[in-house]
């Protein structure tokens, strides 16, 4: 505790404790973490559909930009491989 204590002794003696530049780095960062929250939340509404259940009269197989999804009772879900 005591060698914490120095540490923040001597960085306030030098003004480098809460210096300005610490604080635009903490923001740029702050930044980063909503940019990334953002794409995360959007890929989930794009995959969305996913989710949604199979009607009893729909095919088993679903094509969406050139790919065959199966319903997967397992997973509740279309998935890209076949159910077993």
């Not at 809460?18 to 604080?23: G, V, W, Y």
């Amino acid at each position: 505790m005591i060698l914490a204590e120095n540490k923040y002794k001597t960085l306030v003696r030098a003004g480098e404790w809460k210096s300005p530049e610490d604080q635009k780095e903490i923001l740029a960062m702050r930044v980063q973490v909503d940019e990334i929250k953002k794409k995360k939340e959007s890929r989930s509404r794009r995959f969305e559909w996913k989710k949604k259940k199979k009607p009893s009269d729909l095919k088993e197989v679903k094509q969406v930009n050139d790919k065959k999804y199966h319903w997967c009772p397992r997973h509740a879900l279309w998935t890209l491989h076949k159910p077993k």
